[in-house]
């Protein structure tokens, strides 16, 4: 079945970068999701690659996309303490039909 | 406001006991979901639905039941069939496209004592 794996934790201090790694199993994934949890809350989708593509910006993020190595990284540019969360990759390989394989989450720890 | 609506947000209830989850949202998606969230294990899918009236079981269903009688709701309920309970559940939805996001309420903490 499909697997999708995370390290759980990172701290980072505030202004560095950070980057949040994830790699998959299942060659047949459509898309590539980064969700952002805060404590007690429900997921917010931060971005998503579509897997025809090696790498997507938006604003602070960075995603970057290794089809070859299923491999997956979030970089956060001047990483800020309101960043601190729990980072999520998920994957899905739907067609018409949304059903994500989420992975075990990265904890984030921005210290000032 | 649109959006995906759990609740409550915290649940207690006693060993032995089902107990029923709330989700409504009124963003017009054909598919909802609920997902189960344990410490350092990420989200596992327990029910999902497309279309009112069907539903079809996750990775982990025993123990839980759906009904999707209307649209716009799609309660689970934790029977007492269901060895570990404790959890904070997240109920989702989206459209039946293939590009598109889920959406994820603020979930609820049910504990069992």
């Known amino acids: 079945g499909e697997d999708v794996e995370q390290s759980l934790f990172l701290s980072v201090r505030e202004g560095d970068s950070s980057v949040i790694n994830c790699t998959y199993t299942?060659?047949?994934?459509?898309?590539l999701y980064w969700y952002k949890q805060e404590p007690g809350a429900g997921l917010q989708l931060l971005t998503y690659?579509?897997?025809?593509?090696d790498m997507k910006q938006d604003q602070r993020l960075t995603v970057l996309l290794n089809k070859k190595d299923k491999h997956l990284s979030l970089r956060i540019a001047d990483t800020q303490t309101g960043d601190s969360a729990i980072y999520f990759c998920?994957?899905?390989?739907?067609?018409?039909?949304?059903?994500?394989?989420f992975g075990t989450g990265t904890r984030l720890l921005v210290s000032p | 406001d649109g959006g995906i609506t759990q609740s409550p947000k915290y649940l207690f209830r006693k060993e032995g006991q089902n107990v029923t989850l709330s989700c409504e949202q009124n963003?017009?998606?054909?598919?909802m979901y609920w997902y189960r969230q344990d410490p350092g294990q990420g989200l596992r899918l327990i029910y999902y639905s497309q279309i009112v009236n069907d539903f079809q079981k996750g990775d982990i269903a025993e123990g839980y039941s759906v009904s999707r009688e209307k649209k716009e709701s799609f309660p689970l309920t934790v029977t007492s069939a269901q060895k570990n309970p404790t959890a904070f559940y997240l109920c989702?939805?989206?459209?039946?496209?293939?590009?598109?996001?889920?959406?994820f309420g603020q979930g609820t903490r049910l504990t069992v004592v």
């Open positions: 299942d060659s047949s994934s459509t898309y």
């Open positions: 989702a939805s989206s459209t039946l496209d293939s590009n598109t996001e889920a959406f």
């Open positions: 963003l017009n998606h054909d598919a």
């Open positions: 690659i579509f897997s025809n593509m």
């Open positions: 998920a994957e899905s390989d739907a067609l018409g039909f949304q059903k994500l394989v």
